[in-house]
């Protein structure tokens, strides 16, 4: 756990985006050896082009590399697969969920010299490559493709449910609010499932790679208040009200602790 720690350190700007991956899948092994992984990862960027001038003959690039000639796609058969979310996995097996699958294409761009950001949408994200004439998106879980800007709303919309697309629903995702939205799809899943100790070994990790959000603390509290572990829970809540300044926020902390404590 102290690669995790670590990388709950780390400033936004300073964390590699995939290596922090591969640690968060690494902790579901008992030995990883990450290193030929990474030298893997570094030779792939190495094979994009060189100074490609625009930002769309990057994005076309880095599909052209990552889908067509490594094959790497959604999983459209086993979606909910709780290793579509495991990046030494969807290395291995070349499919994943659009979270794992965008981590790879900034990553890989970012080893390029490439301004590249993930873009997150209800239910969805997609890549963002950057240059100074505009951004151009790549929908990763289909095959690579690259989006019109017209294409984003329409895809906003479908996964809005039918609304349309509201300036909110979309934001470029800091590095640290990438690998939370990677590890909250496996925490989700094992909270729908009912398996209440993989969620509360997922949000113990959540709070070590993000330990400035207080919505990851307060559910590990309840979840350690579940497992009837009530010192751990008041241990979570003491730790929450080290991250906020919000009164309401703190008042409810103290509530909740104080029910701890009864």
Known sequence: MDALAAIGCQDDADIRIDEAALHLAA??????????????????????????????????????????EEGFTGD????????????????????????????????????????????????????AIEGSEKLVLIDVFADGRLLEPAELAGLGTTLARGRPLRPGDSALLSNRETLVRLLMNQANRARQGGDAPRALTLYRRLTLIAPAMPPLWWERARLEREAGDTAAARRSLAAMRETTMDPDLNDRIRQAYEALTR
């Open 27 to 68: 902790a579901d092994r008992t030995r990883a050896d990450l290193a030929p992984t990474l030298d893997w990862l570094k030779a792939l960027s190495a094979r994009l082009p060189a100074a490609l001038p625009t930002a769309q003959d990057r994005a076309q690039a880095l599909s052209d590399l990552l889908a067509k």
């Open 76 to 127: 459209r058969e086993d979606y909910e697969a709780p290793r579509n979310a495991d990046m030494l996995s969807v290395l291995a097996r070349r499919r994943g969920l659009p979270i794992s699958l965008a981590i790879l294409y900034v990553a890989t761009a970012r080893r390029a010299g490439w301004e590249a950001r993930v873009l997150g949408l209800p239910g969805h994200v997609v890549v």
